[in-house]
């Protein structure tokens, strides 16, 4: 395990794969930490290096005060970055993650060569309902409202309770910090991202799952639209396509990756 205090706050991450091939860097989602890519970290490590983290108030990273804001885990992974020594990256983020990889591309535009944002949106939800999740982890925790969040991660034939996987993921959730998962809602909540994502020059790939319930097919599909580039759905995935459905994801990631960084 690996641990740094950058832009005032320890996060931890796994800098793997080449050292000396280009750089993938990897953002997880609300109430995740860097293991959801671990089938996708492991396919392309062998070609590209792989640099994973856990944002502020997620995994082993420490967890602050609320509220947070996109700009301030935007700014731990720059600091990150700086810290490892990465100057140039595909950056690709799924969810939060994806709004996190919107403002890194938009802030750091000779060093964001590329951008994959997965199941993602420059806005997604509203106050309401986000203050409205707030309101029922305050009443209830957050094993209180996993079975609402996980029935949009996952599609139903994964959310089984003889699936070991999905026992683990809903222990990845359930676990996380609430004043993290509380303190990164208020980021989601408070962020608008549409204008710096709609000005991004960089080469965009945006991913879908297409029974996702957090960020649907549709929302994404604006956004692509908004950016002016491509849609994939990836069939028989929720919200968390590279848990569900690794290789479909890896696929599709290297050979955006293949083509914008050429690590072969």
């Given at each position: 395990?690996?641990?740094?205090?950058?832009?005032?706050?320890?996060?931890?991450?796994?800098?793997?794969?080449?050292?000396?091939?280009?750089?993938?860097?990897?953002?997880?989602?609300?109430?995740?930490?860097?293991?959801?890519?671990?089938?996708?970290?492991?396919?392309?490590?062998?070609?590209?290096?792989?640099?994973?983290?856990?944002?502020?108030?997620?995994?082993?990273?420490?967890?602050?005060?609320?509220?947070?804001?996109?700009?301030?885990?935007?700014?731990?992974?720059?600091?990150?970055?700086?810290?490892?020594?990465?100057?140039?990256?595909?950056?690709?983020?799924?969810?939060?993650?994806?709004m996190?990889?919107?403002?890194?591309?938009?802030?750091?535009?000779?060093?964001?060569?590329?951008?994959?944002?997965?199941?993602t949106?420059?806005?997604?939800?509203?106050?309401?309902?986000?203050?409205?999740?707030?309101?029922?982890?305050?009443?209830?925790?957050?094993?209180?409202?996993?079975?609402?969040?996980?029935?949009?991660?996952?599609?139903?034939?994964?959310?089984?309770?003889?699936?070991?996987?999905?026992?683990?993921?809903?222990?990845?959730?359930?676990?996380?910090?609430e004043?993290?998962?509380?303190?990164?809602?208020?980021?989601?909540?408070?962020?608008?991202?549409t204008?710096?994502?709609?000005?991004?020059?960089q080469?965009?790939?945006c991913?879908?799952?297409?029974?996702?319930?957090?960020?649907?097919?549709?929302?994404?599909?604006?956004?692509?639209?908004?950016?002016?580039?491509?849609?994939?759905?990836?069939?028989?995935?929720?919200?968390?396509p590279?848990?569900?459905?690794?290789?479909?994801?890896?696929?599709?990631?290297?050979?955006?990756?293949?083509?914008?960084?050429?690590?072969?």
């Amino acid at each position: 395990m690996a641990f740094a205090r950058v832009n005032g706050v320890v996060l931890h991450y796994r800098d793997e794969g080449r050292q000396d091939a280009p750089a993938i860097v990897f953002s997880n989602s609300l109430g995740t930490d860097l293991r959801i890519w671990d089938a996708v970290a492991a396919a392309l490590g062998t070609e590209y290096r792989i640099l994973r983290y856990d944002k502020r108030g997620h995994g082993l990273s420490e967890a602050p005060q609320p509220p947070y804001a996109i700009a301030d885990h935007v700014a731990d992974l720059r600091a990150l970055l700086d810290h490892v020594g990465i100057d140039a990256l595909v950056m690709v983020g799924l969810s939060v993650g994806g709004m996190i990889a919107q403002g890194l591309a938009s802030a750091e535009p000779d060093r964001v060569r590329a951008v994959v944002l997965c199941d993602t949106a420059p806005k997604i939800g509203t106050a309401e309902m986000w203050n409205a999740r707030i309101a029922a982890i305050e009443e209830k925790g957050l094993g209180g409202i996993a079975e609402s969040v996980l029935e949009r991660w996952f599609t139903p034939p994964y959310r089984r309770s003889e699936n070991p996987d999905y026992t683990g993921y809903t222990a990845m959730l359930t676990r996380t910090p609430e004043q993290g998962y509380v303190g990164t809602i208020m980021g989601i909540r408070d962020a608008d991202l549409t204008e710096a994502t709609r000005a991004l020059a960089q080469p965009v790939l945006c991913i879908v799952g297409d029974q996702d319930g957090s960020t649907p097919p549709d929302l994404v599909r604006a956004m692509a639209e908004l950016i002016g580039v491509p849609l994939e759905v990836i069939k028989d995935a929720g919200h968390i396509p590279c848990v569900e459905q690794p290789e479909a994801t890896t696929a599709l990631i290297r050979r955006f990756v293949d083509r914008h960084l050429g690590g072969r």
